[in-house]
Every structure is written in structure tokens, then in C-alpha cells.
């Protein structure tokens, strides 16, 4: 079965701090997609990072950056010097291309992450 | 703009009525998707359209139903055989060379 992890229900920071979020996933499939998304209190899922299964290198945008390690089925992901905009619920998720347009996600529960400033 | 339109924002509805929430793509994708979050959980797949005419049961259909009659449009529709209708509804798509999943602004539905 396919399952996400994301134990850390909130984490508060004040503004400026490093704070990294942690996702570990279940799969036994050995081709899959790892993705994050913010939610801000508007409610819509922004699209922040995709990364396949087969591409282990970590990956800097600006002051985000995501560790992928499949030994650890951990993709974790770090905001540095965070701002108050960055508050938000943040979802890791998994899944599987059947090889077509279908592409199903199995979302993490979220990590609220409150800055402060 | 090119984006997913999720209408409407907030939604009432009394029990035993079915309800229809609409979302519209302009983004040609081929596959669209219907997710009910709750609060403190994360997002559960309800009905997913990889093609028109076509769709499939996600993980928790029961008590919904769906139609595919355009590519640009994926109707959700809750019925009152649906026990816990209060939810936030997100709808989304992809195409077939992206496998990243674009997403609507959601619509709240409360059952008064």
C-alpha cells in the first residue's frame, strides 16, 4: 500500500529562522512522483516541486529546497530565512503515472507552518 | 489566464439534497480529478476522469457521482446517500506530459 507521513502536524517559527519539513513515504512501486504543495488560508493547492523516482538530487529554488533520499524514503523540504508569507499548510504526496494521463495522489496530512514576525 | 474555475466558493446545502459543484479547466488537460479534504487530514480522491466519458472511483466515492461530457468540465455531484457532506471540495487536472496536478480554489460545502 501507498502511504505518506508527515508527522509534524504544526511547527511555529519567527520570522528569519530555517525550518525544514519532514515527509516519508510507503511505496513498493519503483517508478513514482514525489511532489509538495502549499496551501495558504485562501484554500487552493499551489504546485511547488515535482521529483521522480529516479532523480535523487536535491534541488534549490530560491529559499526553498527539497532533500529526496531514497534510503530513507524521506523527502524533505526547507525554507530558509522564512517569512511571514510562507505561512501555510504544506502536503507532501505521492504517486504512480499508469503510464497515461491518470495520475492519482496520495496526499500526507499537512504540516501548518505558522511564521511569525 | 489558463487555470482551473471551481464555482460555487461556499455552498449550503439542507439534508437530503443532492448538490452539484462545477469545475471548469481552460488548460486542455486530459485528466481531472475531485479530492474532499477535512479538517486536519489531508486530501482524499473521490472520482477521477482520465478521458471524456470516462471515470473512475477514487478511494472514496460513496455518495457521489460524476460526469465527463466535456473535456473542459467534471461536475461533482453529492447526493444524500453521502452521510458527512460538510467538506472542502478541490477539483484538478494534468495532462499526459506532466504528471504535476493543477488545482481549483475549492468549494465549501456545509449541510445545514
Known amino acids: 500500500a501507498q502511504k505518506v507521513t508527515q508527522a509534524q502536524t504544526e511547527i511555529s517559527v519567527v520570522e528569519k529562522e530555517d525550518v525544514t519539513l519532514d515527509c516519508v513515504y510507503e511505496?513498493?512501486?519503483?517508478?513514482?512522483?514525489l511532489f509538495w504543495y502549499k496551501q495558504p488560508p485562501s484554500g487552493e493547492l499551489v504546485f511547488l516541486i515535482r521529483r521522480n523516482s529516479f532523480d535523487e538530487q536535491n534541488e534549490i529554488s530560491g529559499r526553498y529546497s527539497w532533500n529526496f533520499q531514497k534510503s530513507t524514503s524521506s523527502f524533505n523540504f526547507t525554507i530558509t530565512a522564512s517569512q511571514v508569507v510562507d505561512s501555510a499548510v504544506y502536503f507532501c504526496a505521492l504517486s504512480k503515472n499508469y503510464g497515461g494521463a491518470t495520475n492519482k495522489l496520495i496526499f500526507g496530512t499537512g504540516t501548518l507552518l505558522a511564521v511569525q514576525p | 489566464d489558463g487555470g482551473i474555475t471551481q464555482s460555487p466558493k461556499y455552498l449550503f446545502r439542507k439534508e437530503g439534497q443532492n448538490v452539484t459543484l462545477s469545475c471548469e479547466q481552460n488548460?486542455?488537460?486530459?485528466?481531472m480529478y475531485w479530492y474532499r479534504q477535512d479538517p486536519g487530514q489531508g486530501l482524499r480522491l473521490i472520482y477521477y476522469?482520465?478521458?471524456?466519458?470516462?471515470?473512475q472511483k477514487g478511494d472514496i466515492a460513496e455518495g457521489y457521482s460524476v460526469s465527463r461530457e466535456k473535456k473542459e468540465s467534471f461536475p461533482l455531484t453529492v447526493t444524500s446517500a453521502q452521510k458527512n457532506p460538510t467538506a472542502f471540495y478541490l477539483c484538478?487536472?494534468?495532462?499526459?506530459?506532466?504528471?504535476?496536478?493543477?488545482f481549483g480554489q475549492g468549494t465549501r460545502l456545509t449541510v445545514v
Open positions: 484538478a487536472s494534468s495532462n499526459d506530459l506532466t504528471t504535476e496536478a493543477f
Open positions: 476522469s482520465q478521458i471524456v466519458n470516462d471515470f
Open positions: 488548460l486542455n488537460h486530459d485528466a
Open positions: 511505496t513498493r512501486d519503483t517508478t513514482y512522483y
